[in-house]
């Protein structure tokens, strides 16, 4: 007598689920429901450029729930975020041919558990976003940095051997004007005090030549 008030295709989807299961490494989940109610309903979502690959769902419930969370997935399935964040429970109860009004609540636990999930992944998404943005920021921020070493005036008669740039060409550009090696112990233990100009008096450096080479860099 339970039985007969369902549809045939709520009895099929009860009885021979199609999405019934677990998707390993979903991108989000979806869990609504609690054992006091009595129905839990969770849904597995895999994501791809925006559109469900994949779900499946695990409930544990009546016929009514079962059913419902099968014939989600097959609505769900191939949309895009945008189109399933549409989905109404109403469709679910036409697609099942009907379900008893006292039952109604089953489709609309489905469709919260998969609206739980795309709420999830959009807001993992914008972190994710932010995340890179971030990133992005930073590096945009080092390569100004490093861009501010090419200008003019950055490197001064006062500029400490300590702050010279340990590069091949800063290596080069310093020898090529004679001012002693800075990785050398000697010159390593006074680097943080002596300065460009200083060096330059001490070894009779061409100290503009050598601060415009050193600024073109």
Partial sequence: MVMAMYSKEVLKRFKNPKHAGEIKHPDI??????????????????????????????????????????????????????????????????????????????????????????????????????????????????????????TPYKFTEKTTLAKLPKDMKTQKILGKFGVPCISCPHASSEANSLTLGQVAKMYGLDIKGLLKELNKK
């Fill in 29 to 150: 989940v979806g869990e609504v429901g609690n054992l006091k109610c009595g129905d839990i309903i969770k849904v597995y979502v895999k994501i791809d450029k925006n559109r469900i690959k994949d779900i499946k769902f695990e409930t544990y419930g009546c016929v009514s729930a079962i059913a419902a969370s099968d014939m989600l997935c097959d609505l769900a399935m191939g949309k895009t975020i945008e189109q399933a964040e549409k989905l109404k429970f109403k469709e679910i109860i036409e697609k099942l041919k009907g379900l008893p009004p006292i039952k109604y609540h089953c489709s609309m636990m489905a469709i919260e558990a998969l609206q739980k999930a795309l709420k999830e992944y959009k807001e993992k998404q914008k972190d994710k976003d932010k995340i890179k943005d971030i990133n992005k920021g930073q590096k945009t921020s080092t390569k100004k940095d490093s861009g501010n070493n090419l």
